[in-house]
């Protein structure tokens, strides 16, 4: 969505909008980057315990439609989004939200930026001083 509000691609595709959901577009589940960051700085601290390794799923535990990310993005960059309408991708599931539970329980971690438009902002202001300085 941003390299479109950037000016980096004239489209993003919207692979379906015939799915059971709120929108009928996909719902998935999305994470700002400090969070994945601070769970895989959690998860290496643990290799110095005795802690087993094992794999955790991330995530906010909150899902959003592909058109309401569409939305939200359009709004904190103040740029139009413009979409392409695609087919569904073979498999693509209406619906993704990640349990996180394994890992907040095991480690500690919860997700400090849950609010979608709070991750779009951090990552379009990261996305501005990168392009523009």
């Known amino acids: 969505m941003l390299s479109v509000a950037s000016g980096r691609r004239s489209e993003v595709a919207i692979f379906g909008a ?20 601070d769970a895989h700085i959690r998860a290496l601290q643990a290799l110095d315990t005795d802690k087993a390794q094992t794999a955790y799923n991330l995530g906010n535990g909150m899902g959003y439609s592909v058109r309401q990310v569409i939305e939200t993005a359009a709004h904190v960059t103040g740029r139009p989004i413009a979409t392409q309408m695609a087919p569904r991708r073979p498999g693509d599931p209406p619906c ?21 438009s709070t991750i779009i902002a951090t990552a379009w202001h990261w996305e501005c001083q990168r392009r523009y300085g």
């Open 18 to 37: 015939d799915y059971d959901t709120v929108d009928g577009t996909c719902v998935r589940d999305y994470i700002h980057v400090h969070d994945l960051a």
């Open 96 to 116: 993704l939200v990640a349990a996180a539970d394994k890992i907040r329980s095991a480690l500690g971690w919860q997700p400090r930026y849950t609010d979608l």
